[in-house]
């Protein structure tokens, strides 16, 4: 297959790109590198079948026309990532994810390319109160501009696929880990210890429940969904566990061999609009034979492993500090 | 109380713009025109306390700010409102609804005006199968363009809600009738029966069930709900019934004396993303005292009188033909 990757230099699309090359198929990445990086296509981009397209999905909808048309599938990656900073610039994650949605979209119905793969999020749950969370859950409320813009992008994409023929699957995420790995709590947690090791500020008070998936899980579940005859069928990925940031704080300073003191902003969220506690669950995706190899613990040691390995990463401008 | 009615020229925002005036409210109604009618504002042009400000929400979102400055509240009704047409121009939806919903968001926040209710619809529910369906149905498959815009236009207000402290309230709505009303079967078969009576063409195999509520009860329902207090939170407005298309197309006939033989173009729905069966549950909206008056045959038999004693409707330039 030729397959697009947008968001093909991030940090899942990068992972997938290289999986996708081993699969045999050939890949177009399309990137901006606003927070994507050429350095995470470094196996990929000497590899036959490979190609970097350098463009805003945004800004260029007519190009990237150009780009789709040779396509068989699409995994539509690129999106602004971070749940964290919408109340910065409202207007973001409306434009960087359902408007470039839109234009993904079209880009596709225009040239007859009918396949296409969505990373979504489980933010989409907002609230909810059904843990584990099903796809099927109650229709939720939701509590953040990055949560609003993914179920948004969902409910175009299902309609494209009901109206234009499209076959479609949508990912639900919770937090991925591991190699290329550039924004969450893991990153900085290490960053800070790298800066004061003696004392460790948490969002919230700690007790927050998450939910982590290995990157190179994360990456199984979406090769293994390419041919799926979905119409806006829905997956959620993730392992059937969740932990609390102090757990995860303690792998943490574990794995760097540090014992600072924690100390806590206080309240039982991190941010306007935190879920404090998010564990989907993966019982359909499951049923396609799909089982994760790494734990949440094994998850969150493998991003500091990577990270020790790789410090330019903490060292990127564009890794942004949590407020 | 000053309040804002986006779309105040159109058929459910001119009967509540009547409405909040008799109930002793300033209004100010905006509207672009394009479907709104200054006919429809008739009794208000003329009363004090109410204003018209002709504009598109869509291009002048800096203007909209000093609209909404000294408001109280905004019902925020503006939108493109016809479901069926979404294919002719795929963005229609997304910019007249989505971005017009944000452009009011941001024009709330940054004036500090807090209080919206918007009109969203039962198109969100998709093809649910819980029927009547409650708004804490299973999380929807969106089937149509603008059930996809309305339900990341609500996913934006809950956002705003969490995040900027707003307190809204959304509205499903089920197809409303009566005076104003401008577009949907009720006119098309109206419009028809009059140029032929001897036959009249039903989209689909005429069994898709739909449910109506009189205009009358919707904005009883509304202002009703102006001092709510929810954040985000989502009442159903509708009867709890719903009829055929045959069995309304028959109360169409005999309201207007006419016997005409039903063709049927085939199959179970009458447009792409049609949803074959529409009956939302009101009973959150009845927990708030609110019943309707009109049963769905009264609704439909008194917009046959509102178009049969008022036929310049039927003849506007805006009103289009169903495909």
Redesign the interface.
């Known amino acids: 297959m030729h397959v697009v990757v947008t968001g093909g230099a991030g940090f899942i699309g990068s992972n997938l790109v290289d999986q996708l090359l081993d699969d045999g198929h050939t890949v177009t990445a399309v990137d901006n590198l606003s927070t994507g990086s050429l350095d995470f296509l470094g196996k990929a981009i000497s590899r036959s079948g490979f190609e970097l397209v350098d463009m805003d999905l945004l800004e260029e909808a007519a190009r990237f026309r150009d780009i789709v048309r040779p396509a068989d599938a699409v995994f539509h990656l690129a999106a602004n990532a971070d749940v964290r900073y919408?109340?910065d610039e409202?207007?973001r994650d409306?434009r960087q994810n359902?408007?470039v949605t839109?234009n993904v979209?079209?880009a596709m119905?225009v040239t007859n390319v009918r396949r296409l793969l969505f990373a979504s999020s489980g933010s989409v749950y907002?609230e909810t109160t059904v843990i584990p969370t099903p796809?099927?859950?109650?229709?939720?409320?939701?509590?953040?501009?990055y949560?609003?813009?993914k179920?948004?992008s969902?409910?175009?994409i299902?309609?494209y696929a009901?109206?234009?023929g499209f076959c479609s699957t949508i990912l639900r995420f919770v937090s991925v880990l591991g190699a290329h790995y550039t924004h969450g709590h893991v990153i900085d947690f290490v960053r800070s210890l790298r800066a004061e090791s003696t004392v460790l500020t948490i969002l919230g008070d700690g007790k927050q429940r998450k939910s982590y998936l290995e990157v190179t899980d994360c990456i199984a579940a979406m090769t293994l969904l390419l041919e799926a005859d979905g119409r806006?069928e829905?997956y959620n990925l993730g392992v059937d566990q969740s932990c609390t940031v102090v757990e995860s704080a303690g792998w943490i300073c574990e794995r760097l061999g540090v014992r600072p003191r924690f100390e806590f902003t206080g309240g039982d969220r991190g941010w306007?609009?935190d879920n404090p506690h998010i564990h989907l669950d993966p019982t359909k995706l499951q049923s396609t034979g799909w089982r994760p190899r790494y734990s949440i613990r094994e998850a969150v040691e493998r991003t500091v492993d990577y990270l020790v390995a790789e410090p330019w990463v903490l060292e990127r401008p564009e890794a942004r500090a949590a407020p």
């Open positions: 919408g109340w409202p207007e409306l359902v408007i839109h979209l079209e119905r907002g796809e099927d859950c109650p229709f939720p409320v939701q509590t953040s501009l949560g609003a813009s179920v948004a969902e409910g175009l299902q309609a009901e109206g234009a806006g829905v306007i609009g």
